[in-house]
Nanobody, 127 residues
Framework: QMQLVESGGGLVQAGGSLRLSCATSGRTFISCTMGWFRQAPGKEREFVAAINWSGGTTYYADSVKGRFTISRDNTKNTVYLQMNSLKPEDTALYYC????????????????????WGRGTQVTVSS
């Protein structure tokens, strides 16, 4: 088992920044690909970003590329999402997730691949 707890969400004006954190415990963090997903009201949960075990490979949704940066600290069992130039359409509940059996060189963007999920942290961007 693995426990994930997100933090760092909040209310920010358009153009602002937030840094989300996801602290994990339980299962060996370093063996997992980690991902961030988000879900806006009335919409499906969608992929945001993912990072492989070493942090050497990242993958982003087109909608956040160039504005968001995913990173991880394997000494702290924590993954981060730095969000810059935020837009109202970024408003959503942001979830951290762990893929315990990653395959291939590219971190997965498919939510069904992820085995463990946090409860989410709310990000609201005002216009």
């Amino acid at each position: 088992q693995m426990q994930l707890v997100e933090s760092g969400g909040g209310l920010v004006q358009a153009g602002g920044s937030l840094r989300l954190s996801c602290a994990t415990s339980g299962r060996t963090f370093i063996s997992c690909t980690m991902g961030w997903f988000r879900q806006a009201p009335g919409k499906e949960r969608e992929f945001v970003a993912a990072i492989n075990w070493s942090g050497g490979t990242t993958y982003y949704a087109d909608s956040v590329k160039g504005r968001f940066t995913i990173s991880r600290d394997n000494t702290k069992n924590t993954v981060y999402l730095q969000m810059n130039s935020l837009k109202p359409e970024d408003t959503a509940l942001y979830y951290c997730a762990a893929d315990r059996n990653p395959r291939g060189a590219t971190p997965s963007s498919t939510k069904g691949r992820y085995d463990y999920w946090g409860r989410g942290t709310q990000v609201t961007v005002s216009s």
